[in-house]
């Protein structure tokens, strides 16, 4: 199931614009913004596009099959930031591997970590960049919130 699950979640990131850039167990790392065509707005909207189509392939699709096999359902928090990705080049001559670092993607890891089942925790500057019809289903964290930058909740009703 976790073959199905990771290959479901890289398509919906391809679907967005986006790009697989690592499995991590059971999570996936996406990157929104590598076609020279796009713009800060349009890849932070794509990437919260994607955690919304997340939401609902777990929703409509996944989790009812699980639930009709008799197996424990998938839910999982999302953490979208925007901001500088550094593309680093790892492992020994002849198989390197490339790799995302920076705070940008720890930050959005950080979130990710923080944000419940269904669930999806942006930075500001992804706020910032959404259409302001978009930014009314943000809400900012609870006052427990460490880090320093500014995030917010961020939840959208799906019409049945």
Known sequence: MQALYLSE?????RDMGGVTEKYTGDGVLGLFGTES???GNTDASRAVQAAL??????KRSLNPV???LGLPEIGCGQGVDYGPVYIEKVGLRGENQFSLAGPTVSLAAKMQGVSPAGGITIGRDVYNRLPSDWQKY?????????YPYEAFGFTAAWSE
Do not use: F, G
């Open 66 to 68: 699980l639930r009709e």
């Open 37 to 39: 065509d796009t713009t």
């Open 53 to 58: 189509w997340i939401n609902l392939v777990l």
């Open 138 to 146: 943000a809400t900012r964290p609870p006052q427990a919130w460490s």
């Open 9 to 13: 979640m890289s398509a919906v990131i």
